[in-house]
């Protein structure tokens, strides 16, 4: 049985504000609760990992590369010395507006295991995908082009995160979940890879969490908007535990 990780992407949004809400969720985190994890902006990496407690912090994406000259860029050595235990790869906001390829995903997949994070791996379909019947062929070719080879639960969790239904309100049914999860597990058996925990993303919120939580493959839940206010949540990190 595999531990429930419930995960939290703040995007681009990261002031005071949210420091707070970091703060309020650390202290209302129930005895029993799963693995929580949060990844703010860069900036709030450090500042957010000296008062995590409980909670890990993690990066929203990395570099391929230890250092070099790229300006802009951060590698997972890094965030990992910022305080970072985890770093997103592959959100479907970053292959699209940067043109990331699997073959990329990858590579910062593997710079996550270099640099002892674990990488969670993004995948997810289209809505063009999804209306054409394409959905598994276009998630399991992900899975298999951007995780490496010998991933485990400790090194790589994957988050499938249907592209029509992030930030849209909009979620897949249970059955349409656990078909795409249990692809998902069943490829990564091919490809060697065990333990290999698989989120859910896209649209989760207190109102249906504990339904997502409970389908069989569903291995936890990567927020986005969800995990900015605390109110909003502790009740997916209470569902979980
Ligand atoms: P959302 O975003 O929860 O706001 O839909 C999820 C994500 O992009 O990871």
């Avoid at 809400?21 to 000296?50: H, K, M």
């Avoid at 790229?70 to 910022?82: C, F, Q, V, Y």
């Avoid at 674990?118 to 995948?123: D, G, P, S």
């Avoid at 082009?145 to 979620?171: C, F, H, K, M, Q």
Wanted: charged share 25%.
């Amino acid at each position: 049985m595999r531990r429930q990780l419930i995960a939290g992407n703040w995007k681009m949004h990261g002031s005071a504000a949210e420091m707070a809400e970091f703060d309020a969720l650390r202290d209302a985190l129930p005895d029993d609760a799963p693995d929580v994890l949060v990844c703010p902006p860069a900036t709030l990496i450090q500042p957010l990992a000296a008062r995590a407690g409980r909670i890990a912090v993690g990066g929203q994406d990395c570099h391929p590369e230890a250092k070099g000259a790229h300006t802009g860029d951060l590698s997972a050595e890094m965030l990992r010395e910022a305080g970072a235990s985890a770093v997103i790869v592959g959100h479907s906001e970053r292959r699209t507006a940067y043109g990331e390829s699997d073959g990329l995903v990858r590579t910062k997949a593997e710079a996550a295991r270099r640099a002892g994070l674990t990488a969670i791996v993004c995948v997810g379909e289209s809505g063009e995908d999804r209306d054409a019947g394409r959905t598994l062929g276009a998630v399991l070719g992900q899975v298999r082009g951007s995780l490496p080879p010998d991933s485990n639960g400790e090194n790589t969790a994957v988050a499938y995160e249907p592209v029509w239904a992030i930030g849209s309100g909009r979620t897949p049914t249970v059955e349409e979940i656990r078909e795409v999860h249990a692809a998902i597990h069943a490829t990564m058996r091919e490809t060697g890879a065990d333990g290999v925990r698989v989120l859910y993303g896209g649209s989760v919120s207190p109102d249906n969490c504990a339904e997502i939580l409970q389908i069989e493959g569903v291995d936890g839940v990567l927020g986005g908007d969800v995990s900015l206010t605390s109110a909003k949540f502790l009740p997916i990190v209470e569902a979980a535990a």
